[in-house]
């Protein structure tokens, strides 16, 4: 099978999804038509040719063949091989249903001869399914379980009157005859015991609905009839009708009761509720104000607490520039006395010094006083070289 590109097949899809919802139009209802001719028609679209094809193509295929728009759902996920027992007639169409065909291995006429038909969700007239439930619209066989819309069986006069047996006394009664086994069922007894079972989860307007269904089912009641020769049996019908009708209505009103004192209950719990719901209130908003307050006393201790951890940085600042200024001080008061016991020392040195210079300059004064003296009185030469020897060897000293 040819493979066609993607946007092209999506292209194709909301055009049939605008041809299936406006199936009620003439125009679209032709095209349907004319596009099932075509595809029902085709020899070639078999198991085997399918198994082949794009998802997207067999989705359109089943839509087409099914005239179902559900088939073109992205969420709906069926699979390959399911879209292919539907599109060959072996699985019910119905999505909600799909079961293999036939249904239950039903061999009766319309399950055998009547493809794509299921018995579990389709009706044996019209071949449709609705998502109707516990409800007079939908009559069963008692017989093989097959079911049929009521107004399907009126239409085909499925619904009759016939006669039942009763403690050996012969009555008219409403029957069901069945299109798939011919077999009747009474309706009298269908119709009460759907209103005993189902009526109480009946909203009024469906009741309304299911009332109707029953004087469509029964009308014939009222007419004349040469196979009702009683005309009281039809009395005896509607009142037992009527009884059914009363019964499920009372048992309708018992279950609003109940749930009329539910919603009293829920009421009352709900009130109840709401004043807890007021008290835990005023409790949290207490408790709101509580934590405020506290959370108002934490900022004012940090605040406190930033506050004395500035004051102690400030000290901290305030100790090590003191710190500081203590060394400087330490360091010029040792560099003082370094200095000043330098200067002392220098100060000795210095008056050692001029005292040994002085010393040393008396010694020579003394010498030269010496020296004029001899000068004076005649010495002999060689002694006087002798002093000038002595006088350069102490001047030397005292320049070391």
């Known amino acids: 099978m040819c493979v066609l590109p993607d946007d092209y097949l999506q292209e194709l899809k909301m055009v049939l999804r605008e041809i299936l919802e406006g199936i009620s139009g003439s125009h679209y209802r032709e095209d349907l038509f004319l596009l099932q001719k075509l595809v ?37 996920n069926l699979s390959q091989s399911a879209l292919i027992e539907v599109f060959v007639y072996k699985r019910c169409r119905n999505i909600a249903c799909q079961s293999l065909l036939p249904a239950e291995e039903c061999k009766c006429n319309i399950c055998s001869n009547e493809m794509g038909f299921c018995n579990l969700c ?12 516990n409800t007079c619209r939908w009559i069963g066989c008692d017989s093989c379980s097959h079911w049929t819309h009521t107004d399907c069986a009126i239409r085909e006069k499925q619904v009759c009157m016939g006669t039942s047996v009763m403690g050996g006394v012969s009555s008219p009664q409403m029957v069901f005859r069945c299109r798939a086994c011919s077999r009747t069922s009474e309706l009298f007894g269908w119709v009460k015991g759907v209103f005993q079972h189902c009526a109480p989860s009946w909203t009024r307007q469906h009741l309304i609905m299911e009332l109707d269904s029953v004087s469509r089912i029964f009308g014939e009641l009222g007419l004349d009839s040469p196979e009702r020769p009683d005309p009281s049996g039809s009395e005896d019908a509607c009142n037992k009708i009527y009884e059914v009708v009363q019964e499920a209505i009372r048992k309708m009103e018992m279950v609003a009761n109940e749930k009329m004192e539910m919603v009293a209950k829920a009421r009352l719990e709900l009130d109840n509720c709401d004043r807890e719901l007021e008290e835990k209130g005023r409790e949290i908003a207490e408790l709101e104000m509580g934590r405020h307050e506290k959370k108002q006393q934490i900022e004012e201790l940090e605040s406190i607490v930033r506050l004395k951890e500035a ?37 000795a040195r210095y008056l050692k010094l ?36 002595l006088l350069k060897n102490v001047y030397n000293q005292d320049q070391d």
């Open 311 to 347: 004051e102690a940085d400030m000290f901290q600042v305030k100790a090590d520039k003191a710190r500081r200024e203590a060394d400087r001080l330490r360091r010029i008061v040792v560099a003082a006395k370094s200095k000043r016991s330098e200067e002392e020392e220098y100060a």
């Open 122 to 133: 389709m009706c044996t007239i019209c071949t449709k399914f609705d998502f109707d439930v």
């Open 40 to 76: 029902q028609t085709r020899s070639d679209l078999n198991t085997m040719t399918l198994t082949k094809a794009h998802r997207t193509q067999l989705e359109i295929l089943v839509a087409i063949n099914s005239g179902i728009q559900a088939f073109l759902h992205p969420n709906i």
């Open 354 to 389: 001029r005292l040994s210079e002085a010393e040393a300059e008396a010694e020579r004064m003394h010498l030269f006083d010496k020296i004029k003296l001899q000068e004076r009185e005649p010495e002999t030469g060689m002694m006087y070289s002798k002093i000038q020897d």
